[in-house]
């Protein structure tokens, strides 16, 4: 093939993986939960964690490390949500939807055996 040939070719195979590079860079990017920009779970445990968790609970995917956990919106009641994380890690000292704090009487119900029957389930 003569030099003439080439340019082009390795110019056009370049241009191609740049794309596919960020085609792949873009898709990492939106296909990991955005709990911040849609709103969703934060919460504060009684008791650290060891290192960093992971865990899904119905329809929610939990990321605690020490004694903060954050997990994208689901579609169950925030306190039985909150039960099932307190159920998974403990008790949960503060408990935030779409940055709205659980009121004391959701934080017990999130907390209390009540609840924690439902997140059995």
């Known amino acids: 093939m003569n030099a003439a040939l080439r340019r082009p070719l390795v110019s056009h195979l370049l241009f191609a993986g740049a794309a596919v590079l960020t085609s792949i860079a873009t898709f990492a990017t939106t ?4 709990y911040a920009a849609t709103g969703g779970y934060q919460a504060q445990l009684a008791a650290p964690i060891a290192g ?3 865990d899904v609970q119905n329809d929610v995917a939990w990321k605690c490390e020490g004694d903060a956990c954050r997990g ?3 579609t ?3 306190e039985v949500v909150c039960a099932r994380l307190a159920k998974k890690f403990g008790e949960v000292t503060s408990f935030a939807v779409k940055g709205e704090a659980l009121d004391p009487d959701g934080l017990a119900k ?8 439902v997140a059995r389930r």
């Open 31 to 34: 296909a990991t939960p955005s």
């Open 110 to 117: 999130c907390n209390g055996e009540k609840t924690q029957a």
């Open 76 to 78: 169950s009641r925030a």
């Open 52 to 54: 960093t968790a992971k």
């Open 72 to 74: 994208n919106l689901g």
